[in-house]
T-cell receptor, first 117, second 109 residues
Framework: DGGITQSPKYLFRKEGQNVTLSCEQN?????MYWYRQDPGQGLRLIYY???????QKGDIAEGYSVSREKKESFPLTVTSAQKNPTAFYLC????????????????FGAGSRLTVL | KNEVEQSPQNLTAQEGEFITINCSYS?????LHWLQQHPGGGIVSLFM?????KKHGRLIATINIQEKHSSLHITASHPRDSAVYIC???????????WGAGTKLIIKP
């Protein structure tokens, strides 16, 4: 079955460490996104990618980095520069960049919960 | 003020009740999404609307573009409907979504 796989589901990090969250999709979607979710707040866009080898910053990109070397993969690195990294991270993909397309569907992974110790 | 406001923030109801969750927005949009997030965290897309009304099973979503308002209705609610329901709008000619904070729904048996 097609879908998005995020790993790990739970991750603990010591302060000062970089960690990388994996996101893999087999939906043949062009666009991929990383969101951060904090309690009581709407999702906030970290980075997105419309095409392989290209990505753009979202609203809260500081302290994060991404790569898009393959269409299927969009890993997110939470660097030590991120001041408050404890959060729930969601990866998503869509089959069209424009999310107003009638044919578009936004598909999410199950999420990764990062806790800084 | 957030550009996308959902109400209520929390809703508890008895099984079988008719549920309404509201979403108001203050920007021009090309589409509005309703999504469901279960306690485990995964999010599922329910509807995408640009006008009128859509129905899927016991779920009905409506949108009034002039009033900048959308509602999600659940008929004959069931405990398995318990989840967070999230509204997100797609700003005109933009691929980014603006997200509401979600409505936490609990259906008691």
């Amino acid at each position: 079955d097609g879908g998005i796989t995020q790993s790990p589901k739970y991750l603990f990090r010591k302060e000062g460490q970089n960690v990388t969250l994996s996101c893999e999709q087999n939906l043949n979607h062009d666009a991929m996104y990383w969101y951060r979710q904090d309690p009581g707040q709407g999702l906030r866009l970290i980075y997105y990618s419309q095409i392989v080898n290209d990505f753009q910053k979202g609203d809260i990109a500081e302290g994060y980095s991404v790569s898009r070397e393959k269409k299927e993969s969009f890993p997110l690195t939470v660097t030590s520069a991120q001041k408050n990294p404890t959060a729930f991270y969601l990866c998503a993909s869509s089959n069209a960049v424009a999310l107003y397309s009638g044919a578009n569907v936004l598909t999410f992974g199950a999420g990764s919960r990062l806790t800084v110790l | 003020k957030n550009e996308v406001e959902q109400s209520p923030q929390n809703l508890t109801a008895q099984e079988g009740e008719f549920i309404t969750i509201n979403c108001s927005y203050s920007v021009g949009i090309s589409a509005l999404h309703w999504l469901q997030q279960h306690p485990g965290g995964g999010i599922v897309s329910l509807f995408m609307l640009s006008s009128g009304k859509k129905k899927h099973g016991r779920l009905i979503a409506t949108i009034n573009i002039q009033e900048k308002h959308s509602s999600l209705h659940i008929t004959a609610s069931h405990p398995r409907d318990s989840a967070v329901y999230i509204c997100a709008v797609c700003v005109d000619s933009n691929y980014q979504l603006i997200w509401g904070a979600g409505t936490k729904l609990i259906i008691k048996p």
